[in-house]
């Protein structure tokens, strides 16, 4: 927090989703993880800290075509 001041990232509580892209070739495939992360900032960080872990999860996902929508889901456990 800032001088006090909390943002909307800081008070959206409950199960976050993050959204994030992973290059497909020329195309970029879109995926998204939810965590068990109360505010958006800290499912941000768990992306951003596991990144090399969680892209490997997807290029598996994408290798395997389990889409949803378009779009690789990752569930953290």
Aim: with cysteine.
């Amino acid at each position: 927090m800032r001088n006090g001041l909390r943002t909307k990232l800081d008070t959206e509580q409950g199960q976050q989703t993050v959204l994030f892209e992973i290059a497909n070739g020329n195309a970029r495939q879109a995926c998204s993880l939810k965590t068990k992360f109360p505010t958006q900032h800290q499912a941000s960080r768990y992306l951003r800290q596991n990144w090399l872990r969680i892209e490997r999860m997807a290029r598996d996902c994408l290798a395997r075509e389990c889409f949803e929508d378009g779009r690789i889901n990752l569930v953290m456990i």
